[in-house]
């Protein structure tokens, strides 16, 4: 199995802040690595997909990038509505696996 | 508009069996790869089971695999979970989930609908 090592688990930063998450595979995923946002009580929705590509309808200043086993997602100006637990996916092989998460909160 | 709706969780004794029911409506049910999905209390996303779009093939996660088997029926445009032999570490929320943005095999590349899930509790 793929072992997705996400990090940090949780973050606090202040509004504006440009907020990055690591997410390691433990083999070459090439680029099949999914970014989803969860907010409290909500189910998890897609913002990046096959690494680098914004979902659509997704706000700009979400972003991913990376390919191999090393990828990054980053919010370039975090706002308010971010609050949520960002989780990353690969879809390189079954069984499906995703990351730990990452808790974003507001400083 | 593409929507889910998850149904059929509910309180069950360990060792007892449920069928979870997931209703899709926007979109039709065999033109893509279905999943489920789960999330224990507190936890983390688990992937549990695939049925390919031309209902030809699944697969499972090994906590599943022999307990639970996916489904669905065309003419109702609905998918299935049935869940035997439960533990308490079933315990989830359960999401039905679409396949999407298809690589240029037609294989999808992520998870692009999700359910609103539906809660199954294994307790005596």
């Known amino acids: 199995d793929i072992q997705m090592t996400q990090s940090p688990s949780s973050l606090s930063a202040s509004v504006g802040d440009r907020v990055t998450i690591t997410c390691q595979a433990s083999q070459d995923i090439s680029n099949y690595l999914n970014w989803y946002q969860q907010k409290p009580g909500k189910a998890p929705k897609l913002l990046i997909y096959?690494?680098?590509n914004l979902e659509a309808g997704v706000p700009s200043r979400f972003s991913g990038s990376g390919s191999g086993t090393d990828f990054t997602f980053t919010i370039s100006s975090l706002q308010p509505e971010d609050v949520a637990t960002y989780y990353c996916?690969?879809?390189?092989?079954?069984?499906?696996?995703f990351g730990g998460g990452t808790k974003v909160e507001i400083k | 508009e593409v929507q889910l709706v998850e149904s059929g969780g509910v309180v069950v004794q360990p060792g007892g069996s449920l069928r979870l029911s997931c209703a899709a409506s926007g979109f039709t049910l065999d033109d893509y790869t279905m999943y489920w999905v789960r999330q224990g209390p507190g936890n983390g996303l688990e992937w549990v089971s695939v049925l390919s779009w031309d209902g030809g093939n699944t697969s499972y996660a090994d906590s599943v695999k022999g307990r639970f088997t996916i489904s669905r029926d065309n003419s109702k445009n609905s998918l299935y979970l049935e869940m035997n032999s439960l533990r308490s570490e079933d315990t989830a929320l359960y999401y039905c989930?679409?396949?999407?943005?298809?690589?240029?095999?037609?294989?999808?590349?992520?998870?692009?609908?999700w359910g609103q899930g539906t809660t199954v509790t294994v307790s005596s």
């Open positions: 989930v679409k396949g999407g943005r298809e690589d240029i095999v037609g294989v999808p590349t992520a998870m692009d609908v």
């Open positions: 096959d690494a680098s």
């Open positions: 996916q690969q879809f390189h092989n079954l069984p499906l696996t």
